[in-house]
């Protein structure tokens, strides 16, 4: 699985940013896919997810504020940033989670991360 994330950039507080990721190569069995973020100086942690049957979910941080959706006909998922802060600055990576069946334990796939910069 490759995965291609687009859509970063500067804006200032307030502001708003869509990420878009495209999924390529064995996308069959993703069973879910996301974004996380990563700041300077600090841990990869999780912003959204969504899965094949659409469930959602999202970090506390950017409840009420981010939005993810999935086009599964385009294997793509994206992330609809509103209301910016300057916190939500960081790297962040498409993710997807592959798995063949319940047996497998599956495997997680990283896009190249793209820079949201958001300025106060």
């Known amino acids: 699985v490759q995965l291609q994330a687009s859509g970063g950039g500067l804006v200032q507080a307030g502001g708003s940013l869509r990420l878009s990721c495209a999924a390529s190569?064995?996308?069959?069995?993703?069973?879910?896919m996301g974004w996380y973020r990563q700041a300077p100086g600090k841990q990869r942690e999780l912003v959204a997810t969504?899965?094949?049957?659409?469930?959602?979910n999202y970090a506390d941080s950017v409840k009420g504020r981010f939005t993810i959706s999935r086009d599964n006909a385009k294997s793509t998922v994206y992330l609809q940033m509103n209301s910016l802060k300057p916190e939500d600055t960081a790297v962040y990576y498409c993710?997807?989670?592959?798995?063949?069946?319940?047996?497998?334990?599956?495997?997680?796939?990283w896009g190249q991360g793209t820079q949201v910069t958001v300025s106060s």
């Open positions: 969504e899965t094949s049957s659409g469930t959602t």
């Open positions: 993710n997807a989670y592959r798995s063949v069946n319940d047996y497998d334990p599956g495997y997680n796939y």
């Open positions: 190569g064995s996308i069959s069995s993703i069973k879910v």
